[in-house]
Nanobody
């Protein structure tokens, strides 16, 4: 099991930028697939971005492609989500997730991840 702690969420104006961090501890982190999901009030949790295993291949939801970037620093056991050109529809609780066993075809499915953080709130509003 790996423990995940997100940070960096806050109130930001439309068009602004934000970087979220996810600190991991526990099992070896470097080989895990790491992902970010988000959940807006009254909506289901949705996939945002993922980095598949240690290969470095990244995947994004269409709604954030070109604006968000997922990255990882294995030496520091940390995953980041850099968010640019934020819009009100990006508002929600952002969760970090990890899996050592997920297959590529399941990467956008919440059920594929066994380990989750507690979430960090991002609010985009003027």
């Amino acid at each position: 099991q790996v423990q995940l702690v997100e940070s960096g969420g806050r109130l930001v104006q439309p068009g602004g930028s934000l970087r979220l961090s996810c600190a991991a501890s526990g099992r070896a982190f470097s080989r895990d697939t790491m992902a970010w999901f988000r959940q807006a009030p009254g909506k289901e949790r949705e996939f945002v971005a993922a980095m598949f295993r240690s290969y470095g291949r990244t995947y994004y939801a269409d709604s954030v492609k070109g604006r968000f970037t997922i990255s990882r620093n294995n030496a520091e056991n940390t995953v980041y989500l850099q968010m640019e050109s934020l819009q009100p529809e990006d508002t929600g609780v952002y969760y970090c997730a990890a899996s050592s066993t997920i297959i590529l075809s399941n990467i956008q499915n919440t059920r594929g991840y066994a380990d989750w953080g507690q979430g960090t709130q991002v609010t985009v509003s003027s």
